[in-house]
């Protein structure tokens, strides 16, 4: 599976706008792009997938370009709450269901006042 | 969807003592079912996947060997265990309807002293 490569850390004011990109070159045609938020002592929860252009939910934006070589993770707003680590990973569904996830180190953003 | 439940949360074990988490997967059938560990402020790493009773693939060499006794049951274990053993174990699984979402329990703290 593709490798990840992201900022360790990002530091954001509460009401800012953050932008997280990820680069995944080796990206391969059947992998999706997928983001994971983590606080401390909890397990990843799950934020946006995409495979390509825009994909927007409630929570976040996916920006992806047309060669999957990056993606980044947009936060409209951030609060204090949305300090954690977001995890940018490629994921591959697997034949009969299922996918295979290959974490890396995550990005910590940190939110203040 | 679906829920997980991990126990214990937190462990602390002496080096060389046997290891046994469990995990139990509500809310689906036959799913594929997931061991991570995240070492001390690193990322999770992918120990053993399941895609059903009996069937377990390692993803790396490592001190723990995981089996599939039900359906929806996961267990990972050790026979003795090391200090580099220590870290926060997840057990996870995919949201059904083959997307690369995942659901994570909440987690098992290890500690090996």
């Known amino acids: 599976l593709a490798k990840t490569t992201q900022p360790i850390s990002m530091d954001s004011y509460e009401g800012q706008e953050v932008n997280i990109t990820c680069s995944h070159n080796?990206?391969?045609?059947?992998?999706?792009i997928t983001w994971y938020q983590q606080f401390p002592s909890q397990g990843p929860r799950f934020i946006i997938q995409g495979y390509k252009t825009k994909v927007t939910n409630e929570v976040a934006s996916l920006f992806i370009p047309a060669d999957r070589k990056s993606s980044t993770l947009s936060l409209p707003r951030v609060s204090l709450s949305d300090t954690a680590v977001y995890y940018c990973?490629?994921?591959?569904?697997?034949?009969?269901?299922?996918?295979?996830?290959?974490f890396g180190t995550g990005t910590q953003l940190k939110v203040e006042l | 969807s679906q829920t997980i439940h991990q126990w214990p949360a937190t462990l602390v074990q002496p080096v060389g003592s046997p290891l046994s988490l469990e995990c139990t997967v509500e809310?689906?059938?036959?799913?594929?079912l997931y061991w991570y560990r995240q070492a001390a402020g690193r990322g999770l790493q992918l120990l053993f996947y399941?895609?059903?009773?009996?069937?377990i693939s390692s993803e790396v060499p490592q001190n723990l060997s995981a089996s599939r006794p039900q359906d929806r049951q996961f267990i990972l274990s050790s026979k003795k265990l090391l200090l580099s053993d220590s870290g926060f174990y997840l057990c996870a699984c995919p949201r059904t309807g083959g997307n690369t979402e995942a659901f994570f329990g909440q987690g098992t703290r290890l500690t090996v002293v």
């Open positions: 809310g689906t059938s036959n799913p594929n």
């Open positions: 990973l490629v994921g591959r569904i697997l034949t009969g269901g299922g996918n295979k996830l290959t």
């Open positions: 399941s895609v059903g009773i009996g069937q």
């Open positions: 080796n990206i391969a045609t059947n992998d999706y």
